[in-house]
């Protein structure tokens, strides 16, 4: 059993070390003149590291004190704990016996004494039973440890002392899971073969055939118990593991299980029982026929002992086997990228980060490349994994007391599958585009997606035509994803925004006619001149403009800077030239009917005005009444003569007021009226 406070879990191992020396007692006193046992036989064995050998205090009579005194060699501070292991062979509480434990330093004694006089604490120390008593804080530097038994009223049996220990804080090379020591008894103070430890080194030998057997009787109070002593304290976390079996009865049955107890102790204080709930009890059937489980569960405490208790069990010879009892450091648990997971997919080019989920403390991470042996890539909880190649990658991660050795949990594998990327192209296109134009992007994969980086500079869309929308620049890429991995590619490409110059504005008449020229011009210089229609205009480098035919042409003034351009638009109108023709030659009598010469247009827009002369003479001008193309000149007939009107030219009445040298004449001729003829009768009268 155990006593004293708790023990301290740190992030170290604990080296024993033993007192390897001693002194003892005489007789100091008598009662009655009654006669006392033996003083101290073997008093060697109680020093050394040899747990299983001892001193023995022969139990004086009333008022004879006997002790044995183990010095260390080495001085220690008052923080640091005794542990006296002592064992009795009667019931001391029955005896009137009391058991001093004081620290000394030097000769004098040192912090206060420990006195175990009476109650369930010295009845531990009853029959078989063997005990591990600690004094936590011995109050005061010390050097040494004295028992002292105060005797009985009657002097019979013994107190055996098997050794005494202090634990040294160790940095290094320290197995912490190491049970030092093994002790067994009962607390009901019923001894005899029904009540006790059979073979209890077969619960901690390594050998899982082999088995510790606890018996206790029917109807006794108390129990039964088999308990481990670790050479460090655990660290919060940890988990108890027991292998058990009852001979012929499942376990499981409610009225065994309650009869079994697995206890944590730190120093004599109990911290963790295992749990009857199966969500929190770790339960493995191992073997079937001989019902033996394995029973874990994690003790959110510091812990340096494991108790197994048994109380009455279901038949008088009934007993509970322990085959194997041990301490274990937890198996990690792992994180993928933040994700409680074991495996996860990534892409060629992508991070991932395997971490520790809740890291215990006093731990050290360790990752391989094997579930055993193999190379260490890394230590600690936080494992980063970089631009890993196309392939599957498994790392096993171990947990790893600090300053321990062999003290670690199973390696506890967690995989990592790198997909390939899929293939995309590189972008062709032009690397800028004007504000309000669009330029075409174009790549070989097919089924990616377009984006722009900003789309207040310039977007894009499906079919890969970015538009400039600001000055500026925005990185238009084309992603590709694998629809199986999800694993994308892109590229990328810088697209330039540049600003559209000012075209400024053209300036000149706005039509012409045909065969004619007009000059435009801009206040803007460098720019391009264009007609839209050079079969109705053209104009050259100087803003000339000549009209070809009628009809309407665009002429531009496009201007051109940082690969943008702009340009300034004027429509321009070209009238056609009007035609014209003549009529009216007649040949007539002086003095008969008038006649009239006919000037008629054409191909313009009317009034015309036609141009004429009469016989080569001075020109002269006629013009048609709005909406009519004819006109006509009445000519006389009164005088005599040759009247030839020749047609000179037409023009319009269209904007540019068209006009078009014409040719064509009409001749009246007026004739000389031949004189009156005069009839002449001659008669013959016969009267």
């Known amino acids: 059993m155990v006593f004293g406070s708790n023990v301290k879990g740190q992030c170290f191992g604990y080296e024993r070390k033993y007192a390897n020396s001693e002194n003892n007692s005489n007789v100091t006193g008598t009662f009655l003149g009654l006669g006392d046992n033996n003083d101290v036989t073997n008093p060697s064995f109680a020093v050394g590291n040899n747990l299983n050998d001892f001193s023995t205090i022969a139990i004086p009579s009333l008022g004879i004190t006997r002790y044995q005194k183990l010095s260390f060699g080495q001085t220690f501070t008052n923080s640091e704990a005794i542990h006296v292991k002592l064992a009795s062979s009667v019931s001391l509480s029955l005896l009137a016996v009391t058991v001093e434990i004081q620290a000394y330093n030097g000769a004098s004694p040192s912090g206060t004494k420990v006195t175990l006089s009476s109650g369930a604490l010295l009845n531990l120390l009853s029959g078989s039973n063997i005990a591990d008593i600690v004094i936590p804080d011995p109050g005061a530097t010390y050097d040494a440890v004295q028992v002292t038994i105060i005797g009985a009223l009657l002097s019979s049996g013994s107190m055996n002392i098997y050794a005494a220990y202090v634990n040294k804080p160790q940095t290094a090379g320290i197995n912490c899971n190491t049970i030092e020591d093994l002790i067994t008894g009962t607390t009901s103070g019923v001894l005899g073969a029904l009540n006790g430890v059979i073979t209890p080194n077969n619960a901690i030998d390594g050998d899982l055939t082999s088995y510790a057997e606890i018996r206790q009787n029917v109807g006794v109070a108390g129990y039964v118990h088999l308990t481990t002593l670790f050479s460090s304290p655990s660290v919060p976390g940890d988990s108890i593991s027991v292998l058990l079996s009852v001979p012929g009865v499942p376990l499981l049955d409610a009225n065994v299980f309650s009869k079994l107890s697995v206890v944590a102790y730190n120093g004599n204080t109990a911290v963790a029982t295992m749990p009857a709930s199966s969500s929190l009890l770790g339960i493995r059937l191992l073997d079937a026929t001989n019902h033996i489980y394995q029973f874990t569960y994690a003790v959110n405490s510091s812990f340096d002992r494991i108790s197994v208790q048994a109380g009455g069990l279901v038949g008088a010879l009934t007993s509970a086997y322990v085959y194997d009892i041990k301490r274990i450091v937890p198996k990690p648990s792992i994180l993928i990228d933040g994700i409680s997971i074991t495996s996860k997919s990534i892409c060629v080019g992508q991070n991932t980060t395997l971490s520790i989920n809740i890291p215990q403390s006093c731990t050290d991470y360790k990752w391989y490349d094997a579930i055993s042996g193999g190379n260490l890539l890394y230590t600690g909880g936080s494992f980063v994994r970089n631009s890993l190649p196309q392939g599957t990658y498994t790392y096993y991660v171990q ?152 009809g309407e042409t665009t002429i531009t003034y496009t201007v051109t800077n940082a690969g943008c351009s702009s340009a300034a638009v004027l429509v321009i109108t070209v009238n056609p030239l009007p035609n014209a023709t003549i009529s009216g030659t007649a040949t007539v009598c002086q003095g008969t009917a008038a006649q009239a010469i006919t000037f008629t247009g054409s191909n313009g827009t009317s009034p015309y005005t036609f141009t004429y002369n009469i016989n080569g003479g001075n020109s002269k001008t006629i013009t048609t009444a709005i909406g009519d193309d004819t006109v006509s000149i009445p000519i006389s007939t009164i005088s005599q003569g040759t009247f030839t009107y020749n047609l000179l030219s037409v023009m319009d009445a269209s904007s540019t007021q068209c006009s078009n040298t014409q040719t064509g004449s009409a001749t009246v001729t007026i004739l000389e009226r031949p004189p009156t003829p005069h009839l002449n009768f001659t008669t013959n009268s016969q009267y």
Do not use: H
């Open 399 to 550: 947990s790893v007391r600090q300053g321990c050795t062999t003290t670690s949990s199973e390696r506890i594998p967690v995989t990592i599958t790198v997909n390939p990327l899929p293939t995309v192209g590189t972008i062709l296109g032009n690397s800028s585009v004007c504000v309000s134009r669009t330029t075409l992007l174009s790549n070989s994969a097919s089924g990616g997606i377009w984006t722009s980086s900003d789309i207040t500079k310039a977007s894009v869309n499906s079919s890969g035509f970015v538009t400039g929308i600001a000055i500026g620049s925005a990185i238009i890429t084309y992603t590709v994803t694998d629809p199986i991995t999800g694993c994308t590619n892109s590229d990328s490409k810088n697209i330039t925004v540049n600003a559209l110059p000012d075209p400024g504005m053209i300036n000149g008449n706005t039509s012409l006619c045909v065969n004619q020229t007009i000059t435009l011009s801009n206040l803007i210089s460098g720019g391009t001149w264009a007609s839209s229609d050079n079969t109705k205009a053209s104009i050259n480098s100087s803003g000339v403009v000549m009209g070809i035919a009628k």
